[in-house]
């Protein structure tokens, strides 16, 4: 069974940092692609930014130049670094990822439970 476990989140002000760890455990072969997403109360989950085995990354156009994703591979562990928060970045961040359990199995997408992130005077 595979899990993915966040931490990091809380309450910080605007123009404040963060850093968001998601940790994967379990039966694990190798990881693809991993991420960070966001939600609010009432609207579609986001991506945020993802980061392959490789290192290419992506960012939402709302967090570029603020958030830096990255991962260390022998830890099976993603970081978000957030910058320059802003009010609007207040959200549940989920992490993500794309695990196989055996070598040549097939990948399956794992979500964690979410931490949430507030960001306010």
């Known amino acids: 069974q595979v899990q993915l476990v966040e931490s990091g989140g809380g309450l910080v002000q605007p123009g404040g940092s963060l850093r968001l760890s998601c940790a994967a455990s379990?039966?694990?072969?190798?990881?693809?692609?991993m991420g960070w997403y966001r939600q609010a109360p009432g609207k579609q989950r986001e991506l945020v930014a993802t980061?392959?085995?490789?290192?290419?990354?992506n960012y939402a156009d709302s967090v570029k130049g603020r958030f830096t994703i990255s991962r260390d591979n022998a830890k099976n562990t993603v970081f978000l670094q957030m910058n320059s928060l802003k009010p609007e970045d207040t959200d549940v961040y989920y992490c993500?990822?794309?695990?196989?359990?055996?070598?040549?199995?097939?990948?399956?997408?794992?979500w964690g439970q979410g931490t949430q992130v507030t960001v306010s005077s």
């Open positions: 379990g039966r694990i072969a190798s990881i693809n692609v």
């Open positions: 980061i392959t085995s490789g290192g290419s990354t």
């Open positions: 993500n990822a794309d695990i196989r359990a055996f070598t040549y199995g097939r990948f399956s997408n794992y």
